[in-house]
């Protein structure tokens, strides 16, 4: 069971090749209350969240975080209204129910030895609850580890944008479901053979980080390539086109979770998957992962 705490945000910006930029950012957090379970929205507050105002809380500073958020709510933001707001005016608004809230927010799980945190990427409905991490959730996607400095984590958010918004009407229809699987509930899609799936080579497990490891359990198209490659493909605005987007330890925390993700880039959820890194199990998207995809 997660629990939430509310997050700040700080992200510095590191130029790469001509082609293409790469992002690091730096998670930094402070709390506003006490952790708390949290609890996934009643079917009455569903209805409440449809006819909400969502405000996207941008966070302090000109950081590339607020730059890829601003530009996919724009772009792909339909289920209802929506504005941008400060953490100053969310501390203002968040107790009121016509208020939904996309935000960056902090997790850690119980009866974890590790003890990491891990950020995630909220959306959660205004509610009178003193603490904010009791406020009703509509999803939340993992994100990064807290303090990974090197995150690229842009190419993944027009996605999960337009994910959470097929999420809230799953939700109306199918909430006992998702209430008992989670993110999981989405495992086990047919996906069509004619979709070509975008791996980051960066991230992938020692069990499938060549082609012919790959192929040996998925026989469909799919490439290898970097973050900053994944980027420059769906900068093209493809078609049939599913991307992995993988959050799992630092060098530095060396232990904890990772979670793997396939979306396609009309934000449809294939796969979602999480455990912990051990040295039997290593960090990344692995062969038993790329089993279920199908």
């Known amino acids: 069971m997660k629990k939430y705490l509310f997050a700040n945000a700080i992200t510095q910006i590191l130029m790469g090749s001509l082609k293409t930029l790469l992002l690091i950012i730096t998670l930094g957090f402070f709390s506003l209350g006490a952790l708390a379970n949290p609890k996934l ?31 996919a709510v724009e772009k792909y933001w339909k289920y209802n209204d929506f504005e941008f707001i400060d953490q100053q005016e969310f501390n203002k608004r968040r107790f009121d129910s016509k208020y939904s809230f996309l935000v960056l927010m902090k997790g850690v799980y119980e009866k974890d030895p590790s003890g990491v945190a891990y950020n995630y990427i909220s959306l959660v409905l205004g509610d009178k609850a003193i603490d904010i991490t009791d406020m009703p959730e509509i999803c939340s996607i993992p994100f990064s580890y807290t303090g990974d400095n090197d995150t690229y984590f842009g190419y993944a958010i027009p996605a999960i944008v337009k994910f ?47 082609l012919e490891k790959i192929k040996t359990v ?25 991307f992995s987007f993988h959050v799992g330890p630092t060098k530095e925390t060396g232990s904890g979770k990772c979670f793997d993700m396939i979306f396609d880039v009309e934000g449809n959820l294939y796969y979602y998957n999480y455990r912990m890194v051990t040295n039997e199990d290593k960090d990344g998207l692995n062969l038993k992962d790329l089993r279920y995809i199908r």
């Open 41 to 71: 929205a009643s079917k009455q507050q569903i209805g409440m969240f449809k006819n909400s105002i969502t405000c996207v809380v941008l966070e302090n500073g000109i950081i590339s975080y607020n730059v890829f958020i601003k530009d």
């Open 164 to 210: 959470m918004q097929k999420h809230a009407k799953n939700l109306e229809t199918n909430r006992f479901l998702i209430a008992l699987k989670g993110l999981k509930y989405y495992n086990g899609q047919i996906v069509l053979k004619n979709k070509v799936l975008l791996l980051n080579k960066n991230q992938m497990a020692p069990d499938a980080n060549t």
């Open 218 to 242: 998925y026989p469909f198209y799919f490439k290898l390539i970097t973050p900053a490659e994944i980027q420059i493909e769906l900068d093209t605005d493809p078609i049939n086109t599913m």
